[in-house]
């Protein structure tokens, strides 16, 4: 099981569209379909929202930290076949200063570990934060994705996240930038596009914001969409760096 974490210590910059479409194209998409499950970290509950589920009255979601609970009993499926979420709650407020307590750095990955007969992927949607929490994230990723809109703050913030993972893991994830908000009628967004044409973007458009109102991946009710399309790809990226640190890993073997 590959676990994709979308990280950003910044509020706002797209993590959670990124993360939900991303696991929609997983379960769903045009790649061969992935058993995924999309884990929502952060207290504000936005992937569960995303995809329309009740919000659960049992706050466990911090439990599953402490090993009162287990992962299975939490998870609830989704409309979309091969797709399941780990939803967050109000609890999670409490989580770092629970996993402070614990001393244990790995706490999340042993909880991946878990999870890894059932899917194939395990994607993070993760608060904005840095804290233990953001911390165990780096430490059990195969793969850090960072969303960054178009600014020249958004390089500063990227080389702050690059920096954040170095300093705790010994063998930092290979890092994916994704210009998460492209404009392509404002000079600036399309510098920043000519200045890193090797990343990945996703257009700024009205479709992506409609998810938040039907509360549906994009490739569920705009399949033929630019975005939709600029998510595939994303997608297909992203499969395509994981075939690639399997070979290397089966060749190092
Ligand atoms: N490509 C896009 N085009 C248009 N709107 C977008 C795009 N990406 C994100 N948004 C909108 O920007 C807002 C913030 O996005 P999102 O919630 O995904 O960010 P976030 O990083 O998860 O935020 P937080 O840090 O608060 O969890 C949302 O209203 C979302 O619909
Ligand atoms: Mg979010």
Redesign the pocket.
Known sequence: MAIIAVY?AK????????ATNLAWCAAQGRAPARRTLLWDL?A?D?AGFMFALEAGRKRQARSLFAGDVQPHALIQPTAYAGLDILPADSSLRELDGLLLRMGQRHRLATLGRQLERSYDRLILDC??MLNELSAQVLRAATLVIV?LPPSPLSARGFDFVVEEIRRHTKRPPPILPVL??IDRRRALHNEALAANPTWPW?????A??Q??VHRRPLGAFAPNSP?ADAFARLSQGIERKLAQMAQRAAQAA
């Open positions: 950003s509020g706002g910059v797209g993590k959670t569209t990124i952060d504000a936005g608060p904005p969303p998460s908000m996703i257009p700024l458009v009205s992506v914001e998810c938040a975005a």
